[in-house]
């Protein structure tokens, strides 16, 4: 196999720090960057769709675009050119966290979560209205959200400059994953982030990369309880019994 490359074009318009790649139904590739463009792999020819900085999208069954923007979320219709912008209001506590997204993902047809530099957000397409966590009203790690996946059970999967989160759409609650289980650092980089066809989640951090199937991770039911095998006050060893402690903290123990 030989590689191709497609230089970014210089004449028309510019191009520069490209966010993604999307391979679009009709064969052609979308590329995200300072702008939205499209390049046709067969002649190597970009052209400009849209003057906005996009950073992710998903595509529809019926080919509309869901892009993850530095304006908001936007819905766009390459057939017709319409486009629907969504962006934060602070008066508005169901509108998206914060117009600098970085991650979108679809759950069915009706959902979308996106991450951003202000938490993560369940998005409504029917309503447009958004649901928000962040580390103020949930247990997320860090609001700078840099990838989001949602896995093949339900859960979604957000990485972050605080390390790896967990959400349980169902109950709203949120699990960090921490460098004791394996992750590279605390710390991921936006745009590393990717979901394979078995179901594969890979994330990218400032240290590497994390590859693991959820399906296969096993939570312990039964976490051993603590006890205590003994007590040691300076040169003295207490047995752990009835009163011991107490006995230690009443010999002045701060």
């Known amino acids: 196999a030989v590689a191709r490359a497609y230089p970014f074009p210089s004449s028309t318009f510019t191009l520069y720090r490209p966010a993604f790649m999307h391979e679009a139904r009709a064969g052609r590739l979308w590329?995200?960057?300072n702008v939205l463009a499209t390049l046709d792999p067969a002649t190597g020819q970009y052209e400009e769709v849209l003057p906005l900085v996009v950073r992710a999208v998903h595509e529809t069954d019926e080919g509309l675009l869901w892009l993850a923007s530095d304006e908001g979320l936007v819905r766009y219709d390459p057939q017709t050119g319409a486009r629907e912008v969504f962006q934060h209001a602070p008066e508005d506590p169901t509108s998206i966290p914060n117009d600098a997204l970085q991650a979108v993902a679809a759950q069915g047809d009706s959902v979308l979560w996106l991450g951003s530099a202000a938490g993560v957000a369940r998005f409504d397409v029917a309503t447009g209205r958004a649901t928000r966590y962040t580390s103020a009203n949930s247990d997320l790690p860090n609001n700078y959200v840099n990838g989001v996946l949602v896995d093949d059970v339900?859960?979604?999967w957000a990485s972050t400059n605080g390390g790896l989160?967990?959400?349980d759409p169902a109950t709203g609650t949120v699990t960090t994953i921490s460098t004791t289980r394996g992750l590279q650092g605390r710390e991921f980089n936006r745009g590393a982030y990717h979901k394979a066809t078995d179901g594969t989640l890979m994330f990218g951090g400032i240290n590497g990369l994390n590859v693991f199937n959820p399906a296969r991770l096993r939570e312990n039911p039964h976490p051993p309880q603590v006890q205590l095998q003994r007590i040691v006050a300076g040169s003295e060893v207490?047995?752990?019994?009835?009163?011991?402690?107490?006995?230690m903290l009443g010999d002045g123990m701060p």
């Open 165 to 167: 989160a967990r959400l």
């Open 238 to 247: 207490l047995v752990p019994g009835p009163g011991a402690l107490d006995a």
């Open 31 to 33: 590329v995200g960057g």
């Open 154 to 156: 339900g859960f979604v």
